[in-house]
């Protein structure tokens, strides 16, 4: 039997007007269940009446910030911290998290303190997806497992879960860049301020109304989480600084071989075709390396600044 405690869990919404009820109805009955007490917090993006209806049932409405994912779910979280919860719980509102059913292995680990940051997996174990997933779909998802195993060092096996629960020092100190890249800026997030992350198995639902609009454009999503996940990693300075140099090097090379060819004189009106390539190395070269410094600059201030602290 779990100690008393409150948990406060955080659904983001996009026109879920059909589900989000349900949701909402497992969540509070999965808590209740438990002999816990819930504060129910709907961060909302929608266009239809997820938001009214979301009311209606009793939670807290937050603006989502029509940002996306991750800035709904940022302004979810630290919303969910002011309420003094023991574990704070995320749930996808399209109803293919078995809440019911899981609630009580997630939150546990928290709770009695074995973990920061529990996160479900539908690969751990076969036949966790109870519907046909499309082979795309699982490359893409395979390739962000890839990197955020290589970034994060745990041994995680899915990227996409449907539900987590954490403790609240993770959602307040949770800082992240994109504006969509949440499910996978928070597990590296978590795991270099030295959080412990533990993922547990997980069953994947049917969606029973509407469709993903990030699974029909997981190839898309991949894309522009892998610039977002470079940039936390410190990789891009690298990268940008090497091209930089080099560029400018391979620049100065072209010119060095000219003066050479011309007999060390600067006579060189008639070699216009080799210049412009000089001169456009040499440019490119500098502009890398600016780039690169730009970034660096931006992601400090990121962090000085607590980007994404709506609390």
């Known amino acids: 039997m779990l100690q ?5 869990i955080v659904i983001p919404t996009r026109d879920e007007e059909r589900s989000i009820e349900g949701v909402i109805a497992d969540s509070r009955n999965a808590v209740t269940a438990l002999g816990l007490d819930v504060t129910i917090i709907v961060t909302d993006d929608s266009r239809d009446n997820t938001r ?4 209606r049932c009793g939670a ?15 302004r979810g979280l630290k919303a969910a911290t002011q309420h003094a919860p023991d574990v704070i719980v995320s749930v996808d509102g399209d109803g293919q998290a ?6 009580a292995r997630f939150v546990t680990p928290v709770l009695d303190g074995s973990a920061d940051l529990v996160l479900g997996s539908r690969f751990a174990q076969p036949n966790l997806v109870q519907y046909r997933y499309r082979w795309l779909n699982r490359v893409g998802t395979r390739i962000l497992v890839a990197l955020l195993r290589h970034q994060s ?7 996409h879960g449907g539900i987590r629960a954490m403790h609240p020092r ?10 969509h890249t949440y499910v996978q800026e928070s597990i590296i997030d978590a795991s270099e301020k030295g959080f412990r992350v533990l993922e547990i198995p997980s069953v994947w639902k049917p969606r029973r109304h509407g469709s993903s609009r990030v699974v029909r454009s997981i190839p898309k999503y991949v894309f522009y989480t892998l610039p977002v996940i470079l940039l936390r990693s410190g990789s891009h300075i690298r990268w940008l600084y090497s091209a930089g140099i080099l560029a400018s090097m391979g620049g100065l090379a072209v010119f060095a071989i000219v003066i050479l060819q011309e007999g ?3 006579r060189l009106g008639h070699r216009l075709p080799a210049l412009t ?11 890398l390396f600016f780039f690169g410094l730009v970034l660096q600059l931006l992601k400090q201030i990121n962090r000085a600044t607590g980007h994404g602290d709506h609390g």
């Open 4 to 8: 008393p405690a409150r948990i406060a």
């Open 52 to 55: 009214e209806i979301a009311a």
């Open 60 to 74: 807290i409405i937050v603006p989502g910030g029509a940002s996306g994912l991750g800035t709904a779910m940022l």
């Open 98 to 103: 078995d809440v019911a059913d899981e609630l």
């Open 153 to 159: 060092g745990l041994p995680l096996t899915d990227s």
């Open 170 to 179: 993770v959602a307040r100190e949770l800082e992240l860049i994109g504006t």
């Open 264 to 266: 060390l004189t600067l």
């Open 277 to 287: 390539l000089t001169g456009l190395l040499i440019t490119t070269g500098a502009q």
